[in-house]
């Protein structure tokens, strides 16, 4: 199949080295490539806990690409040609990522003014003790 064979040849390519396995989703059922051991996304049998693992990685994944084309623009590249879809994709991964952080932030900002805020609040309950000025 075409559509699994171009990039394995690709990443073959760009990382100088072929891969071994794959882990695709059940779209590609049924697809062999020589050299390449295919995994299909829900498998269960005949699988170490490494691969079950991969498995379960691509899966994590999944959302968060589904989030970057809804949310983050990643459905639409407006940049024209092969470097433009390249720095699409990157821009939006970039994107992604300050948004994860700038959330981080906004927790940590919360926690900070909740702290501060008992803090002021247990230091007017605490009584004042005025002590004589020394000479």
Request: proline share 5%; net charge positive.
């Amino acid at each position: 199949m075409a559509g699994l064979a171009e990039p394995l040849e690709q990443v073959g390519v760009l990382a100088d080295v072929q891969p071994e396995i794959a882990v695709v989703d059940k779209g590609y059922r049924g697809v062999e490539i020589d050299g390449v051991r295919i995994l299909l996304s829900g498998q269960k049998r005949g699988l170490t806990r490494t691969l079950h693992a991969m498995i379960k990685r691509r899966s994590a994944i999944e959302p968060s690409i589904g989030h970057m084309k809804a949310d983050g623009r990643l459905g639409r590249n407006p940049l024209k040609g092969v470097l433009g879809d390249a720095l699409h994709a990157v821009l939006c991964g970039a994107g992604h990522n300050i948004r994860l952080l700038l959330k981080k932030l906004r927790l940590l900002c919360a926690q900070i003014l909740a702290s501060l805020q008992d803090w002021l609040v247990a230091s007017a309950a605490a009584p004042v003790i005025q002590t004589p000025p020394v000479v």
